[in-house]
């Protein structure tokens, strides 16, 4: 098997500092390399539709929560992990160029709704496409069988993580 950028790094700071147990960074900083290849190539087929990856975030949100497509700015910053702040200033960029509308929410009348339009399920739908062929491509030629693999051990992974930030 060749090595990678990760086998070097390791390999230099076991020599750098012996004794220390590297091992876990065979892990840790693939996923981290391999989650900045994510993000770069997720920005450029992103690009192509005008938008980037938080834009798709907040539309992808939108797009999942079923009919009428609406959620609360709360709703959606706090499950894509924004402030309040960097909600409003995607919701404003997004609401300029006609892929959402804000609403009364009738329910709370001091309270607003962010509405997914029509443009605005074409234009993600149209980039999520195109990005999941892109990464089916990063994949390359993983079997179905290590595909589901990889995908067991990754979500024991994140669970055990976002667990310990529920405690």
Do not use: C
């Amino acid at each position: 098997m060749p090595k990678d950028w990760t086998d070097n790094l390791l390999e230099r700071l076991a020599r750098a500092r012996p004794g220390l147990d590297v091992d876990v960074y065979q892990v840790t900083a693939r996923l981290s390399r391999i989650g900045q290849h994510i993000a770069r190539r997720q920005e450029e087929v992103f690009g192509r539709f005008g938008l980037n990856r938080g834009e798709v975030g907040v539309l992808g949100a939108l797009r999942v929560a079923g009919p009428p497509h609406q959620l609360s700015p709360t709703q959606l910053f706090t499950g894509l992990m924004l402030s309040s702040a960097g909600m409003t200033s995607r919701i404003d960029r997004l609401e300029r160029r006609g892929f959402v509308k804000r609403r009364r929410d009738p329910n709370d009348r001091r309270g607003v709704l962010v509405e997914l339009t029509d443009a605005g399920r074409k234009v993600v739908d149209e980039a999520v496409t195109a990005n999941t062929k892109s990464e089916r491509a990063l994949l390359g030629d993983m079997s179905a069988r290590q595909v589901a693999a990889l995908s067991k051990l990754l979500r024991e992974m994140l669970a055990n993580m976002e667990s310990e930030t529920l405690d």
